[in-house]
């Protein structure tokens, strides 16, 4: 074992370079005197290294020390110290690093790097003299130049990789400038843009920003974990790629989707960058454009299923609960239906998990619901519901509006579902059809005649709120949203599919065929509409309105388990934050610029319902859990240096 500055090397063969340019391999020495100087860096970059071989020497008394000498300056008169340009192309080299963050490579370093704000102290005390320019500007001033730049780019692709790359170059102006302009960034690190960045995941990636556990590291999970850099790990965002939004199967480049959840839960909800772990499941693709795709980086294969599938995911499961125990958040994130269900009923009572297209769009969607009740009147169970879609996000949220209605109503929730309706690929689902449904959608099949098309069912059916989650782009079609009009005075339509592109319809759309009376609200944000000289601007029912503090509260609490309550509770905590003057604009969300102060409302409800329900773990409870909960979040402002 031999050390540099911190840096330990188990086992390594190095390759000493003679003044004859001869190589010999040395085994790796049990001693190692180095010189470097006190920023860490080699003294005088001329380090003189003595290893004591542990080969037997001439005399048995003695142990004998082979001294490396410098190498002959290669190009430019640079020295090779470590033998890296000497060395044949088949001959190993050591990948030397410095642990500490001085210099060159602390500019390089994203978690500590500041960019110009380094002041001239810091500059002098970590060795940054020269490398940068002269000037110190603040990181405000930072902030404004990087939105200015930012807004020069007419492609939303092209923002989103100058985001990346930041992120990538200085961690806490990443996250300072997403904080600061979240409403204008939110759709260019999420949705919609993160969709064709996934598409594009094996063109534009340039360095991992997650762990990839592929079939290939089936036995050897635990070792992948352990690979990454950071061990207090709170959440976890996992994919396995095959629902990406509405696009489909995009395999192993579903990666986009995990960073960029864990983006929001440090900027919403203020958890620190350096607990949360982006995870991709690789076990191949069904897609056969990938598949032949020169750029995809995944495994060329078709995807697993069945048991091969099953022991990954256990796997995988045990080895994040043995490595990071049982408190950690596992959010389950586009997993398709036929898993996502099974998934979170497998793992629900023995891990801390969620799946936000079942639960978090659940619970966002209840909360517009709950706020949209000031514009219609009446109650949740004095309304009709007809949902289009009954996948993950369909299913989800008609099981929460029925626990909300059995709640408020003392009723049991069988009984509350006779209020809900879903409509599929093949019509609305009725009893005549249980046998063949998938065993999610068996609660949802009433007694009730086949009805084959939509705009059939919503004539016959007469629901007074409409929600698509189907992922089929423009299926709210005009004579749909005439047809709600006729029915309702105010007819509530809730177009959640993501991306754009898969939104059942557009804001433009609802607002113009229901004359403007329409209250309406998208997955996907749209610009505001203008009908008869008025303007109507839409809400985004956003799942970033509920996960990032849901998941703070989770931590804050350290809850074991995630309950149905405590996503109404976040429901009603987030829809109690739409002000009279939202109301008046026909909006049934809060503007996302004070998103954390809600998240922070968010997590101290969701805190109160698990200690209440006896799920919490960090005693004794905070007397005020939501300024707890604020005071836990991570603040992305620069930290003065030694």
């Known amino acids: 074992m031999f050390s540099l500055n911190g840096s330990t090397f188990l086992s390594n063969t190095l390759w000493g370079v003679s003044k004859q340019s001869s190589q010999r391999k040395i085994s790796a020495p049990s001693v190692v005197v180095a010189s470097v100087s006190s920023n860490g860096m080699p003294a005088d970059r001329n380090v003189s290294v003595l290893m004591r071989d542990n080969a037997p020497s001439s005399s ?53 790097n500041k960019g110009l704000a380094f002041t001239v102290k810091e500059r002098d005390a970590h060795f940054l003299r020269g490398l940068l320019p002269p000037v110190v500007v603040s990181q405000e001033l930072q902030v404004k130049k990087m939105m200015a730049n930012m807004r ?79 061990k207090k790990i709170q959440v976890i965002v996992v994919t396995d790629g095959e629902r990406i939004l509405g696009l489909g199967d995009l395999g192993c480049q579903g990666m986009g989707i995990p960073v960029g959840k864990l983006s ?29 795709d020169e750029f995809y980086i995944g495994l060329r294969r078709r995807r697993a299923t069945g048991k091969e599938y099953a022991e990954l995911l256990d796997e995988f499961m045990n080895a994040v609960k043995q490595n990071y125990g049982e408190k950690v958040l596992i959010q389950f994130e586009d997993f398709a239906n036929h898993n996502a269900f099974d998934l979170l009923a497998k793992y629900g009572t023995t891990h801390l998990v969620f799946n936000d297209d079942i639960q978090g769009t659940a619970s966002v969607v209840l909360s517009g619901l709950i706020t949209a009740l000031n514009l219609v009147s009446g109650t949740l169970s004095d309304h009709r519901f007809l949902f289009l ?215 101290a409800r969701v805190a109160a319902k698990a200690y209440e329900l006896g799920l919490a773990t960090r005693l004794p409870q905070p007397e005020n859990l939501e300024k707890y909960a604020e005071s836990c979040m991570y603040s992305p402002n620069y930290r003065n240096y030694r």
Not at 69 to 82: A, H, I, K, N, R
Not at 87 to 109: F, K, N
Not at 535 to 551: C, E, K, M, T, V
């Open 60 to 112: 048995p008394s003695q142990s004998r020390v082979t001294e490396i000498e410098q190498p002959s300056t290669v190009g430019g008169g640079v020295e090779d110290v470590y033998g890296e340009d000497t060395a044949t192309e088949d001959q190993y080299i050591t990948p030397w690093t410095l642990t500490v963050a001085s210099g060159y490579p602390l500019l390089r370093d994203p978690h500590y």
């Open 152 to 230: 020069q780019y007419q492609v939303p692709l092209q923002r989103y990789m100058a985001m990346m790359d930041l992120q990538e170059r200085n961690e806490r102006l990443f996250y300072k400038l997403l904080i600061e302009n979240v409403e204008e960034l939110l759709p260019v690190v999420y949705t919609p843009t993160v969709g064709e960045a996934c598409q594009k995941y094996g063109s534009i990636f340039r360095q991992p920003q997650g762990l990839f556990i592929s079939l290939k590291e089936k036995g050897r999970i635990l070792e992948v974990l352990r690979n990454w850099p950071e």
């Open 264 to 292: 929001l839960y440090s900027a919403l909800g203020g958890i620190r960058p350096s607990a949360c772990l982006p995870v991709t499941i690789d076990v191949g693709t069904n897609n056969e454009q990938l598949l032949n």
């Open 389 to 603: 879609g009954a996948g993950e996000a369909g299913t989800g949220i008609a099981e929460l509006i029925a626990l909300e209605i059995s709640k408020q109503t003392n009723v049991p929730v069988e009984n509350a579902r006779k209020k809900i309706f879903l409509v599929d690929s093949k019509g609305l689902i009725v009893k005549s059809r249980v046998e063949t449904l998938q065993h999610f959608k068996r609660p949802w099949a009433h007694e009730h005649e086949p009805v084959r098309t939509l705009l059939d069912a919503v004539k016959v059916i007469k629901p007074t709120i409409l929600i698509g989650s189907s992922g089929a782009g423009r299926t709210f079609t005009k004579e749909v949203v005439e047809t709600m009009s006729a029915l309702n005075e105010k007819p509530v339509i809730l177009s959640l599919s993501n991306p754009t592109s898969q939104s059942e319809c557009t804001a433009e759309e609802a607002y113009t065929w229901s004359e403007g009376r329409a209250i309406f609200a998208s997955g996907s944000p749209f610009s505001p509409v203008e009908y008869n000289g008025k303007f109507y601007a839409s809400g985004q029912a956003n799942n970033a309105y509920i996960f990032p503090g849901l998941g703070l509260g989770l931590i804050i609490s350290g809850a074991i388990h995630v309950h149905d309550d405590m996503l109404l509770a976040a429901s009603e905590a987030l829809a109690e934050q739409v002000s009279q003057e939202n109301l008046d604009k026909g909006l049934i969300y809060p503007p996302f610029s004070n998103i954390r102060k809600i998240s922070a409302q968010i997590a």
